[in-house]
């Protein structure tokens, strides 16, 4: 009798240990099962932010492709376009557009600063030329030899030189200063300010 006790009791702590092992590799089970979800969301989840990310990388670098090739057609047709301004009017050169242009330089030295215009009217007093690419006519040279003498408050006579090979225009030169209003100056500052509108292109390194 006492050995039937002694192997029931073991046969129960069997049962009781096999219980607890398959409640423990249950439990173990639940937990991996658990953990291998929370790794798979969390794998999901970054793949998800990675994909965004490329995405609005992709979408960041074709809108900088898109902006530079926008700007680089338009400093093209601009270039373009005072190509064939600079070309036309070139063409259209004659000694009456020039006397006009020689009007126009009298209007800029009215607008100096007080400054620049006691500058000019120092520098002056050495003498001066006026350098254009057409003869002007008598009158315009004396309209421009009597602007300049009002405007600089000087008794200047100024010398009249033409050089067919200047920019069309009127260049007034002293032994220290050189005011120009000629077309390819007049073009090369609209060319700046044309420019100066279009953004550089960010280059590959932005």
């Not at 049962?15 to 398959?22: G, K, P, Y």
């Not at 600079?86 to 600063?113: F, G, K, W």
Request: aromatic letters at 6%; charged letters at 25%.
């Amino acid at each position: 009798q006492a050995k039937a006790a002694e192997a029931e009791a073991l046969q129960r702590d069997y049962l009781v240990r096999q219980q607890e092992l398959a409640a423990s590799q249950e439990s173990w089970l639940t937990q991996a099962r658990e953990e291998v979800a929370a790794q798979r969301q969390t794998w999901l989840t970054q793949a998800r932010a990675e994909t965004d990310e490329a995405r609005e990388r992709w979408r960041a670098e074709l809108e900088r492709e898109q902006r530079d090739y926008r700007q680089t057609l338009q400093r093209e047709a601009g270039q373009r376009l005072l190509a064939l301004a600079r070309r036309a009017l070139h063409d259209l050169a004659n000694a009456e557009l020039e006397a006009q242009m020689a009007s126009a330089l009298l209007a800029r030295l009215q607008i100096l600063d007080s400054e620049t215009r006691q500058t000019l009217a120092r520098s002056v007093q050495d003498g001066c030329t006026v350098v254009t690419s057409f003869p002007l006519p008598d009158s315009q040279r004396r309209t421009l030899a009597a602007g300049l003498r009002q405007i600089l408050a000087t008794d200047l006579v100024p010398d009249f030189r033409i050089d067919p090979a200047a920019s069309l225009g009127v260049t007034l030169e002293t032994s220290s200063q050189r005011l120009t209003w000629t077309l390819d100056s007049y073009l090369d500052g609209f060319a700046a300010e044309w420019q100066a509108l279009i953004p550089p292109a960010s280059g590959n390194g932005s």
